[in-house]
T-cell receptor, first 114, second 109 residues
Framework: GAVVSQHPSWVICKSGTSVKIECRSL??????MFWYRQFPKQSLMLMAT?????????EQGVEKDKFLINHASLTLSTLTVTSAHPEDSSFYIC??????????FGPGTRLTVT | DAKTTQPNSMESNEEEPVHLPCNHS???????IHWYRQLPSQGPEYVIH???SNVNNRMASLAIAEDRKSSTLILHRATLRDAAVYYC??????????FGTGTRLTIIP
């Protein structure tokens, strides 16, 4: 149990376009979902926390107008990278939880902006 | 949130036990100790968590020092699939995870 999926697993887009990444909890209802970013050879950095039906809370330094998060249901959250630039190329990972003590992570989405 | 310190890397022979240490000297009384691991090119995977008592699950054991200023993740019989970066984390508000650099575990066949 406790499976989280992400789609797509990898995406290549041109500079200036927008990309949407989906995160789904497949066998549980997630009260909270988290979005992380990981650059090569670095650790994960939390971008934002979202609860179903409310606005996401962004970490300091993360542009909320550039990284749009929608948590429309207890099983789906989306991250849209708007007007993507090459420096946005990264590994984006979501996680979902229904209890405070366990988070279940998706497999990640590798974004390359050309 | 309380900080954790882990060795950058460790090696272990296959089929032997592995003890991964973590120091968290500024831990507060209500902080849980969490361990996650990340295999190459994958999202992290929950391993185990505990508060005061030692904990066991199908993946590992967590030994927590009596003063809670350190803990040890124990993999009882390492396999090649256990090669990963292991993160010891004290979640902020028992929810928000801050990933440090972790310990890169290499398993020697």
């Amino acid at each position: 149990g406790a499976v989280v999926s992400q789609h797509p697993s990898w995406v290549i887009c041109k500079s200036g376009t927008s990309v949407k990444i989906e995160c789904r909890s497949l066998d549980f209802q997630a009260t909270t979902m988290f979005w992380y970013r990981q650059f090569p050879k670095q650790s994960l950095m939390l971008m934002a926390t979202s609860n179903e039906g409310s606005k996401a809370t962004y970490e300091q330094g993360v542009e909320k107008d550039k990284f749009l998060i929608n948590h429309a249901s207890l099983t789906l959250s989306t991250l849209t990278v708007t007007s993507a630039h090459p420096e946005d190329s990264s590994f984006y990972i979501c996680s979902a939880s229904w209890t405070a003590n366990e988070q279940y992570f998706g497999p990640g989405t590798r974004l390359t902006v050309t | 949130d309380a900080k954790t310190t882990q060795p950058n890397s460790m090696e272990s022979n296959e089929e032997e036990p592995v003890h991964l240490p973590c120091n968290h000297s500024t831990i507060s009384g209500t902080d849980y100790i969490h361990w996650y691991r990340q295999l190459p090119s994958q999202g992290p995977e929950y391993v185990i968590h505990g508060l005061t008592s030692n904990v066991n699950n199908r993946m590992a054991s967590l030994a927590i020092a009596e003063d809670r200023k350190s803990s040890t993740l124990i993999l009882h019989r390492a396999t090649l699939r256990d090669a990963a970066v292991y993160y010891c984390i004290l979640p902020f508000g028992n929810e928000k995870l801050t990933f440090g650099t972790g310990t890169r575990l290499t398993i020697i066949p």
